[in-house]
């Protein structure tokens, strides 16, 4: 067994591969969320309400969490363990989040990581297409997400149409690469929504039924419900979610504060934001409709 299999988190082994499980989403029209952590608190928390509500679940690794957290050998023995001291039966997938390199990607799959996106979306299309194939040829049984265009950043909060993804495009990027779920920019943006969202839920539609690709949508954070479902029913099989999260769990915080200024112990104040974090969860667990589905 090599290094990077004796340490993989998943490994269903059970009944389901990890392909399987995003064509059962796309297939049952609900979607699968991923919930960006950044310590071992958010964690705790997502594994815990998504073992509840019996949801899979994809736990988002940014580049800054993952040097935050210590390294990439530190998230997977911080999920590992808590996988087993919870007793968490969920398919749960560690995911590398917008890795800018090639590099990045492969320390995270020597490290045991379950799936991966690579964000060549900086780059020309024609080296996106190369650096992609790249990382492709390193994974093993790790999923594999690729962005094309340029999903709208925390910078402005509008997504500019200028790098909208295109059917043509998509077709030729996925017949190019061998990946496992495609981001589109189709007018989300990551952080908070400045104005209404526009999100072309046309050509989502028109990619998903022409490519039979599971399409992720970034930026989930700030879109209704009506918004989420409408994705999903247009082929949007992973939701990303960060903001709101960490919104919540801070509201929480500063409730706690404000009434508890004398209260130093770390447990205490981190913690003052689960309540409120878990609710969010669980709200997009809802609608997402993954509920059930693990
Ligand atoms: P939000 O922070 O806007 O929810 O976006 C998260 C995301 O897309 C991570 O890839």
């Not at 998230?75 to 808590?82: C, D, E, P, R, T």
């Not at 024609?126 to 340029?150: C, M, P, S």
């Not at 700030?222 to 992973?238: A, Q, V, W």
């Amino acid at each position: 067994m090599t290094k990077s299999a004796q340490k993989h988190i998943l490994k269903l082994g059970d009944s389901m591969n990890l392909k399987e499980i995003l064509l059962k989403a796309k297939n049952e029209h609900y979607a699968i969320p991923q919930f960006n952590i950044n310590n071992l608190e958010w964690a705790k928390y997502i594994l815990e309400v998504c073992e509840e509500e019996k949801s899979p679940v994809f736990l988002g690794v940014s580049q800054g969490a993952m040097k935050y957290m210590g390294g990439f050998d530190v998230v997977v023995g911080m999920i590992n363990g808590l996988k087993k001291d919870l007793n968490i039966t969920i398919p749960v997938m560690v995911h590398l989040d917008h890795s800018p390199t090639v590099e990045l990607c492969k320390s995270a799959v020597d490290a045991g990581f379950d799936s991966i996106m690579f964000d060549g979306s900086k780059y020309d299309y024609e080296k996106n297409v190369r650096l992609t194939n790249e990382v492709k040829a390193y994974l093993k049984d790790q999923l594999f997400e690729a962005e094309i265009g340029k999903i709208g950043g925390e910078e402005d909060g509008i997504a500019s149409t200028e790098y909208f993804t295109s059917l043509s495009e998509a077709e030729d990027f996925i017949s190019k690469t061998n990946i496992d779920m495609l981001a589109p920019a189709l007018g989300s943006v990551h952080g908070i929504y400045k104005g209404e969202p526009n999100i072309q839920t046309d050509v989502m539609k028109e990619i998903s039924e022409k490519t039979n690709m599971p399409l992720v949508l970034h930026g989930g954070s700030g879109l209704p419900e009506n918004i989420l479902k409408e994705c999903i029913k247009n082929g949007i099989t992973k939701i990303n979610f960060n903001t709101e999260l960490q919104i919540s769990w801070h509201n929480g915080v500063l409730d706690f504060i404000a009434n508890n200024k004398d209260v130093y112990d770390p447990r205490k104040v981190i913690s003052s934001g689960e309540e409120n974090m878990k609710s969010t969860i669980r709200e997009y667990i809802n609608i997402l409709g993954s509920k059930g589905k693990a």
